[in-house]
């Protein structure tokens, strides 16, 4: 069964302090991993399309890579405003459905 | 320009009611969705339309009927349903279903079942 996990659960910076968060997945024939960005009662905003092992995006503060086995999302010195919940997920061949992550609560204190 | 838009933004209903919430998108995309999402869990999906056709069924209770009247719009209509059908109902759509396209989602509504 296709899995993806995300850690941390909860992680909790003071602003400037960086990080990355963790995507692992276990799927066959990865077709793509997105991170999205998702804000109390919002709906999630997209952030990166990865598709191959190597790839590297980047957006303002945020970096994220792909290796075969998992996708970091790096945060370089966070805002504030950069406190939202973090989405992971994968697409896999076939006429089949996004399989997401629990997530990860990012919260930046100033 | 990668806007969904999704009315109204809040829905309170009763269990007898029957209301209908709204997407609609107009980046071209042919591949639309419904989710449903409860506080503190990754959306779950309920239902993809690829090319105006009924894609995927993801097993969702008949209260819930979806519709997609052209490429640009998809409604979901709702009917007796039951308190632990509160959420927050997502659309999203997409270039095409598969193959590695990103997934634009819509602002979502706020549903109470009361």
């Known amino acids: 069964e296709d899995q993806v996990t995300q850690s941390p659960e909860a992680l909790r910076l003071q602003e400037g302090e960086s990080s990355s968060l963790n995507c692992s997945y276990t799927?066959?024939?990865?077709?793509?991993l997105f991170w999205y960005r998702q804000d109390p009662g919002k709906g999630p905003e997209f952030l990166f399309t990865?598709?191959?092992a190597g790839e590297e995006k980047e957006k303002e503060r945020l970096k994220a890579t792909l290796t075969k086995k998992e996708s970091f999302l790096h945060i370089t010195a966070p805002k504030p405003e950069d406190s939202a919940t973090y989405l992971c997920?994968?697409?896999?061949?076939?006429?089949?459905?996004?399989?997401f992550g629990k997530g990860t609560r990012l919260s930046v204190i100033a | 320009d990668t806007e969904v838009t999704q009315t109204p933004k809040h829905l309170v209903m009763g269990m007898t009611n029957k209301k209908s919430l709204k997407c609609e998108q107009h980046?071209?995309?042919?591949?639309m969705y419904w989710y449903k999402q409860k506080a503190k869990k990754p959306p779950e999906l309920m239902f993809v339309?690829?090319?105006?056709?009924?894609?995927i069924n993801e097993s969702v209770p008949s209260r819930f009927s979806p519709e997609c009247p052209n490429s640009s719009l998809l409604n979901l209509h709702l009917h007796a349903l039951q308190p632990e059908d509160s959420a927050l109902y997502l659309c999203?759509?997409?270039?095409?279903?598969?193959?590695?396209?990103?997934?634009?989602f819509g602002p979502g509504t706020r549903l109470t079942v009361t």
């Open positions: 990865l598709y191959s």
């Open positions: 339309y690829s090319y105006e056709k009924l894609s």
């Open positions: 997920a994968v697409l896999v061949p076939g006429n089949t459905p996004l399989v």
């Open positions: 999203a759509s997409s270039q095409d279903q598969g193959w590695g396209y990103e997934q634009y």
């Open positions: 799927v066959s024939g990865l077709r793509g």
């Open positions: 980046m071209g995309h042919r591949a």
